[in-house]
């Protein structure tokens, strides 16, 4: 008995003994699916993105009703900002500037849509945009309408029941006549939603003009600064109400002249929502670095 109770001691301690030295998880990596450049997603061994402080409070739970739509939905002056916001790392940004008065939709993209859990802290950082006054849209892809309706209207139902969402934001839209009764029911179903129902298409290039009626806002020109210039615009485009079309451009020089020559185009051809960045690649992951210049530029119309 004495014997067999030893031999049970020590294996006890050598037990304590491996599981001590055991090589740890390293803290807050997570295997998951990550967005990369075009929308695509890759799954790759990732560290988590550690959250600044002080960090978004988590207020909102899932079901909970969302607030009323801001007036900064509609644009009141010549010209708003829309700004996507792809991932945890911009967050702490907005808030610091959603005040600003040219700032009226944030475009919340957690992964390529709402995720696959509720998150409390992305959650947190919608919350406190609304309450900053600034429209919050979340992201879903349409893939030019060859996604299943039932795939998008998931989604759709899981933002505004997660985090109460103002609207949302259809990427790879179609510019394509064929497809207007795909995106007019995907309208129908978001104005069906109780709450704030803002629906931003996005074909990123000038559609026909009645493809305009399936959305509230269209972003009609998704470019680059090369590209931009030599636009093609539609003879309907200057009789169109400006807060109906948005124009977002990437690539552009990192001055003041530059910035104020896109934005007067911009005016120009009746885009009432804009964003523009210096950025080439990763270009809805991080702000301009000319981001208070574009604020100010814009406030100032």
Known sequence: MRGRYLVGSLIAIALVVVV????????????HAVATPGGFTASESVT??????????????????????????????SQRIIVPVYGYQEWQQILDIARAPAVGVVIANIDVGPGAVFDPYYAG?????????????????????????????????????RYAVDGIFLDE????????????????????????????????????????????ITVVDE?????????????????????????????????????????????QWHAGWVYLTDLTAGVYQSLPDFWDDEIATVAGG
């Open 20 to 31: 001590a030295l055991a090589p740890r998880a390293s803290v807050g990596a997570s295997r």
């Open 48 to 77: 988590r993105y550690t959250i600044p402080t002080p960090m978004p409070t988590p207020t909102i739970q899932p079901t909970v009703a969302a607030p009323p739509a801001p007036a900064r939905c509609d644009p009141s002056a």
């Open 125 to 161: 950082g919608i919350a406190q945009s609304q309450q900053a006054g600034v429209c919050t849209v979340g992201y879903v892809r349409t893939m030019h309408g060859a996604r299943p309706i039932a795939d998008v209207e998931s989604e759709i139902k899981t933002w505004y029941d």
């Open 173 to 216: 839209g179609s510019n394509n006549l064929a497809m207007l009764s795909y995106y007019q029911t995907l309208d129908t179903f978001i104005k069906s939603l109780p709450g704030p129902d803002l629906v931003i298409m996005n074909p990123g290039s000038y559609p026909p003009r009645q493809m305009l009626a399936v959305a509230d």
């Open 223 to 267: 470019t680059t600064q090369a590209a931009y210039p030599a636009t093609r615009f539609p003879d309907w485009a200057t009789s169109t109400p400006a807060r109906e079309m948005a124009h977002i451009v990437s690539g552009v020089p990192d001055t003041h002249s530059a910035l104020a020559s896109d934005l007067a185009f911009a005016r």
